[in-house]
């Protein structure tokens, strides 16, 4: 069971284009994080949201955390060709769960020049 | 400050074998988790240790299993392998204080199961 639903699987765009990736569940998750995956190495943290409604901005990029803490988006201003790689959303849970991560399935993103 | 390092990095067994993979957590971190990365089921928790305790377990059957040594690292074990096994293991270590702390993931072991 894929407790954390992260659409679109795939997404092949332009460089300059913006996007916005989702991330949903039925749960409620103490904190929500987002990874950047590269072939070849392990996902590497973006950002950690931890307050309902929060947003953080990186750079392009901005995290939103929804209002339940059960939903985020990433979204991506003007996409680089560098951006290129698996996004991964993950889910903590609160209490003793501290150190065990619930992936969503990934978004793979192409940014052509 | 070095990484998170795996080793080794590339492993070809066949059905029925058994494999151990080790990960050497960043110096001063306490807390070690085993995640499966494969392309159709994604990123799964196996298992978290913490001061060479299982903490957390994740739903894979018990020939799956790991230990933690009193340096903090670590080691997996899989054995009876099956060819559904191959994927790319990955460790992650963390201080462990609190729900927001960062789990640094090491480059992964890429297992291989003829």
């Known amino acids: 069971t894929q407790l954390l639903e992260q659409s679109p699987q795939f997404l092949s765009i332009q460089e300059g284009e913006n996007l916005t990736v989702y991330c949903n569940s039925s749960s409620v998750f103490s904190s929500l994080q987002w990874y950047r995956q590269e072939p070849g190495e392990g996902p590497v943290l973006l950002v950690t949201?931890?307050?309902?409604?929060e947003v953080k901005k990186l750079k392009r990029l901005t995290f939103q955390f929804g209002d339940a803490r059960k939903d985020s988006s990433l979204h991506i201003t003007a996409a680089q060709p560098g951006d290129t790689g698996l996004y991964l959303c993950?889910?903590?849970?609160?209490?003793?769960?501290?150190?065990?991560?619930?992936f969503g399935q990934g978004t793979i993103l192409t940014v052509h020049p | 400050k070095a990484g998170v390092t795996q080793t080794p990095r590339y492993l070809i067994k066949t059905r029925g074998q058994q494999v151990t993979l080790s990960c050497s957590p960043i110096s001063g971190h306490r807390s070690v988790s085993w995640y499966q990365q494969t392309p159709g089921q994604g990123l799964q928790f196996l298992f978290e240790?913490?001061?060479?305790?299982?903490?957390n377990k994740g739903n894979f059957p018990g020939r799956f299993s790991g230990r933690q040594f009193s340096n903090s690292r670590s080691e997996m074990n899989v054995s009876t392998l099956e060819l559904g096994d191959s994927a790319l293991y990955l460790c992650?270590?963390?201080?462990?204080?609190?729900?927001?702390?960062?789990?640094?993931f090491g480059p992964g072991t890429r297992l291989t199961v003829l």
């Open positions: 949201v931890v307050t309902g409604g």
């Open positions: 992650a270590s963390s201080f462990r204080t609190s729900g927001s702390d960062t789990q640094y």
């Open positions: 240790y913490f001061s060479e305790t299982q903490r």
């Open positions: 993950a889910g903590v849970r609160g209490g003793t769960s501290y150190g065990k991560l619930t």
